[in-house]
T-cell receptor
Framework: DTGVSQDPRHKITKRGQNVTFRCDPI?????LYWYRQTLGQGPEFLTY????????KSRLLSDRFSAERPKGSFSTLEIQRTEQGDSAMYLC?????????????FGPGTRLTVT | AQTVTQSQPEMSVQEAETVTLSCTYD???????LFWYKQPPSRQMILVIR??????QNATENRFSVNFQKAAKSFSLKISDSQLGDAAMYFC????????????????FGQGTILTVHP
């Protein structure tokens, strides 16, 4: 069973540049989540997809952030006009649909450094 | 809004000993799920244990068990017979049930507790 994968694992960019991250969930999972984690803190929710529909966005997700999940498979998270405050680990997680305490499986994350 | 608090930034334990990590949460919901996740250094987060709020029995997974006190909104993790591989950042997390509406997928995490295991 292939886990959640994220690409790239590390990204260094200059302030003002645009960056895009990709997440490939576990194949049978139809729910996909993006979280942001700053150093020494717990992850914070950014957005959530069920299939291709984006069902919720956090207030943390400013208008510079956009996420897509075309065809309900992989997802991309784009940050436009990056700022130093965007430096963080961006985590993707996926889960199956259903009721109950189903597990969210996390990817290894993409570490973004904005210089 | 739900909040999760882990008041112990760091904990340490001797190998083979027992350690308890604390977590408190705030919610107005009567039904929800609680989780402990482990994040080893430079490795991805994995689920350690989960608890459904409607279950009175505390969850147990091998050496890991929880003490769930619903009235006190407390959810502590006990690690027995600690091993070197248990060293990691541990996060307590909360999730609303899938009863429709919004926010029924996202996890709300605490700040984390760094666990060091001494040989």
């Amino acid at each position: 069973d292939t886990g959640v994968s994220q690409d790239p694992r590390h990204k260094i960019t200059k302030r003002g540049q645009n960056v895009t991250f990709r997440c490939d969930p576990i194949s049978e999972h139809n729910r996909l989540y993006w979280y942001r984690q700053t150093l020494g803190q717990g992850p914070e929710f950014l957005t959530y997809f069920q299939n291709e529909a984006q069902l919720e966005k956090s207030r943390l997700l400013s208008d510079r952030f956009s996420a897509e999940r075309p065809k309900g498979s992989f997802s991309t998270l784009e940050i436009q006009r990056t700022e130093q405050g965007d430096s963080a680990m961006y985590l993707c997680a996926s889960s199956r649909r259903g009721y109950g305490a189903y597990e969210q499986y996390f990817g290894p994350g993409t570490r973004l450094t904005v210089t | 809004a739900q909040t999760v608090t882990q008041s112990q930034p760091e904990m340490s334990v001797q190998e083979a000993e027992t350690v308890t990590l604390s977590c408190t949460y705030d919610t107005s919901e009567s039904d929800y799920y609680l989780f402990w996740y482990k994040q080893p250094p430079s490795r991805q987060m994995i689920l350690v244990i989960r608890q459904e709020a409607y279950k009175q029995q505390n969850a147990t997974e091998n050496r890991f068990s929880v003490n769930f006190q619903k009235a006190a909104k407390s959810f502590s993790l006990k690690i027995s017979d600690s091993q070197l591989g248990d060293a990691a950042m541990y996060f307590c997390a909360y999730r609303k049930p899938n009863a429709g509406g919004t926010s029924y997928g996202k996890l709300t995490f605490g700040q984390g507790t760094i666990l060091t295991v001494h040989p």
